[in-house]
C-alpha cells in the first residue's frame, strides 16, 4: 500500500490477512480481532554497542536525550546479545527467531529462505500491516513478509560479499584498511546521511498517514531501521560540534597485538592491520564522529516519538529500540577492515570502509534492547542474559498473536520478564551466539550464562570470562586453575561438543560458500540483474488529483479531523475524513 495513497477510497476494507495456518489459541492479552490491538514501532540501530550508551553505562560521554527518556520509560534489557557479531547474519535470525546455523546465515551474502517464517509474516497473519523502512541486508528475497518497503537497502542484495574458507591467507578484494579511521572526521553529506534521510522522511510520512486512517484499520508494525552509526566515520557538522571542546578518550584498553587472541590476530591478519596502529588523532577524530553519529540516530528516535504524541498515537503504541550488533571502536586495540563494493552491472565501485565487530567481546556483541509500553508494563531494568532471537516471540506474546510451534524457534517470549516475573540471577539465562562470517576460519560460536562467557572455535584456544569479576573481559580462564573456572569451562566444553557438530557446520559453511562463488561469478557475466529493491511511489495517487473533489480531498488529508466548521473533533473518536463526516 502506497504510505501517500490519500485518494484512495475511505470505504474500502482493509486486505484480509491469510488465515490462520493452525488453530493454536492467542496466548496474550487481545481477542483475535484487530480493535485494540497496539500498533508497533521497531526502531534497530546499525552498530550501536550497549556498554556505549547511557541506559548501560552512566559516565558515557555520548549525548542521547532521547533514547534516554525512551529507556525510563521502558524495560530496558542489561544483557541483550546479537546471534551473530555481522550484519547480515544477525539480522536473519533476528527476523526469524533462529540461530544463524539453522537458516544458514553464514556472512554478508547469505540468502534467507523464502520458506522460513519472520517476525513479519507472523504479525500479518495477526492481521497487522507490516511495513519496513531503512536497511536489513536481505540476499536475494527482499520483503521476507513485509507487507510493504518504502527504501531500497543501503548494501547490495547479491551474493558478491559471499567469504572463502578455502583460502584463508588471503585477502578478498573487498577487504581494505585503515582508511575509515584515517579519513574521520565532519562532512556535509554521505551516503549514509542521504540514506538515513530518506528512510526518515519515508518514516514519519507513513506515521501521518497511518494517523489518518479509520480506527477499524489494521494496526501496524513499522520497523524503521537506520544505517547511522555504522562507518565510515564520518556525521555532518551539527553532529560534529556536539562535541566540540568535549574531552574525547583514547580507548580504554589497549591490548598489545602479540598479546592478542588467536581470533583477533587472525583478523588484524586479513585486513591488513598486522604491526599497523592508527595514530592516536585520527582514533580520536573516528570516535568523536561514532559519538555523533549515535547523537543522530538519537535525534531520529526523537522525532519518531513525537510523531506519534502529537497523532496521538503514543499511548497505544508498542516502542521498540535495538541494534544489530556493536562496535569495539578501538577497544582491545580492535580496528577491523572490510571494504564495501557497490556492484554497477559487473563492475565494482570500491567505497572504503571498515568494520568494528565480527568477535564476541561485549563491544561487539552486546547491544541495547529497550521494549516500552508504559500502558501495560512498568519500567524496569532486567538483567538476565538475552538474545535478540527473542524478539519475535516476544512480539507475538505482546499482541496476543499465536506461533506455529511445530516450527522451530531458538528465541523466548520475553513478557514473563517484562511483566515482572524475574529469575534470580543466577538462574539459567542461556544465549547462544554462532559466527562463521570473514575473519575466522572455523565455526566460532559462543555460550553466555549467569556471569560466564564461553568462546569456541576448533582453530583457536577456548575462551572464558567471568564477567561479574572481569567485566572488561580481562583475564580468560580457560586456562586457570581455579576449581570453579575448571569446573566451569569442562561443563560449557561438553555442552558446546554436544550442541554443535563443527565438523559438519563447517562443511555446510565451505559448500555454501562455494556454491555462492560459482553462481556469482556466473551472474556477473553477460546482462547484470540486480537483486535490489525498488519501492513502489505512484505519485498518480498522491497530493491533489482531478478523481478526488478537492474539498473531500483535503478534509481526507488533514489531521487532527475537523468538523465543517472547522472546529476540532477528539482524535480518539475517528481520524482523517471519518472525523471529518462526524462518522
Request: with cysteine; proline share 8%; glycine share 6%.
Amino acid at each position: 500500500m502506497d504510505s501517500l495513497d490519500l485518494m484512495s477510497s475511505p470505504e474500502l476494507a482493509p486486505s484480509t490477512p491469510p488465515s490462520s495456518l493452525d488453530n493454536s489459541p492467542p496466548t496474550g492479552l487481545w481477542p483475535d480481532t484487530n480493535a485494540g490491538k497496539p500498533n508497533i514501532l521497531f526502531i534497530l540501530a546499525d552498530q550501536i554497542s550497549a556498554p556505549l550508551l547511557r541506559p548501560h553505562n552512566a559516565n558515557s560521554p555520548i549525548k542521547t536525550p532521547n533514547i534516554d527518556a525512551l529507556a525510563a520509560k521502558s524495560a530496558v534489557f542489561e544483557s541483550a546479545y546479537c546471534a551473530s557479531p555481522l550484519c547480515a547474519p544477525s539480522r536473519s535470525s533476528l527476523v526469524t527467531g533462529q540461530l544463524p546455523t539453522k537458516i544458514g546465515a553464514w556472512d554478508n551474502a547469505s540468502p534467507l529462505s523464502v520458506d522460513i517464517p519472520t517476525y513479519a509474516h507472523y504479525l500479518r497473519r495477526e492481521g497487522y500491516e507490516t511495513v519496513l523502512a531503512g536497511k536489513m541486508h536481505f540476499i536475494g528475497e527482499q520483503l521476507h513478509g513485509y507487507e510493504e518497503r518504502l527504501t531500497s537497502d543501503i548494501y547490495p542484495g547479491d551474493l558478491g560479499w559471499s567469504v572463502n574458507w578455502d583460502e584463508p591467507d588471503r585477502r578478498l578484494e573487498w577487504y581494505h584498511n585503515t582508511a575509515s579511521i584515517l579519513q574521520a572526521g565532519p562532512c556535509v553529506r554521505s551516503n549514509q546521511l542521504d540514506f538515513d534521510e530518506e528512510v526518515m522522511f519515508k518514516s514519519e510520512r507513513y506515521l501521518y498517514t497511518a494517523a489518518r486512517r479509520k480506527p477499524t484499520d489494521r494496526p501496524f508494525c513499522l520497523t524503521v531501521s537506520l544505517t547511522h552509526p555504522h562507518d565510515p566515520y564520518t556525521i555532518h557538522k551539527k553532529y560534529w560540534d556536539r562535541y566540540e571542546n568535549e574531552e574525547i578518550r583514547l580507548p580504554e584498553i589497549d591490548i598489545p597485538q602479540e598479546e592478542q587472541d588467536p581470533h583477533s590476530k587472525r583478523l588484524l591478519h586479513v585486513c591488513e592491520l598486522k604491526d599497523k596502529k592508527p595514530p592516536n588523532e585520527a582514533v580520536r577524530r573516528a570516535r568523536r564522529a561514532y559519538f555523533g553519529a549515535v547523537s543522530y540516530v538519537d535525534d531520529n528516535v526523537g522525532k519518531l516519538m513525537d510523531v506519534l504524541e502529537e497523532c496521538g498515537m503514543a499511548e497505544d503504541t508498542i516502542v521498540v529500540f535495538s541494534a544489530d550488533h556493536g562496535d569495539m571502536l578501538g577497544e582491545r586495540g580492535l580496528w577491523y577492515a572490510k571494504q564495501w563494493s557497490v556492484h554497477l552491472r559487473f563492475h565494482s565501485a570500491n567505497v572504503l570502509k571498515i568494520r568494528y565487530k565480527m568477535s564476541w567481546f561485549e563491544g561487539s556483541a552486546r547491544v541495547p534492547l529497550m521494549i516500552s509500553y508504559p500502558k501495560r508494563y512498568v519500567p524496569k531494568v532486567i538483567p538476565h542474559n538475552v538474545s535478540s532471537m527473542d524478539i519475535l516471540p516476544t512480539f507475538l506474546d505482546l499482541v496476543g498473536g499465536a506461533i506455529d510451534e511445530r516450527l522451530p524457534l531458538d528465541g523466548k517470549s520475553l513478557l514473563p520478564l517484562i511483566q515482572g516475573d524475574h529469575l534470580p540471577k543466577t538462574g539459567n539465562d542461556t544465549v547462544y551466539g554462532e559466527y562463521a562470517g570473514e575473519g575466522t576460519i572455523s565455526p566460532l560460536m559462543m555460550i553466555r550464562r549467569g556471569p560466564w562467557k564461553f568462546v569456541i572455535c576448533p582453530a583457536d584456544p577456548p575462551q572464558l570470562y567471568n564477567l561479574d569479576s572481569d567485566p572488561k573481559e580481562l583475564r580468560n580462564l580457560a586456562a586457570s586453575q581455579e576449581p570453579d573456572a575448571r569446573k566451569v569451562l569442562a561443563s560449557l566444553q561438553k555442552e558446546a561438543d554436544e550442541r554443535w557438530d563443527f565438523k559438519r557446520i563447517h562443511e555446510e559453511v565451505l559448500r555454501s560458500q562455494r556454491s555462492r562463488r560459482v553462481c556469482w561469478d556466473a551472474l556477473t557475466r553477460g546482462r547484470f540483474e540486480s537483486w535490489d529493491y525498488q519501492p513502489s511511489d505512484n505519485a498518480r495517487e498522491s497530493y491533489i488529483r482531478s478523481k478526488v473533489p478537492l474539498d473531500e480531498l483535503e478534509l481526507r488529508a488533514r489531521y487532527p479531523p475537523v468538523d465543517a466548521m472547522g472546529d476540532e473533533l477528539p482524535r480518539a473518536r475517528a481520524k482523517g475524513l471519518a472525523g471529518a463526516r462526524n462518522q
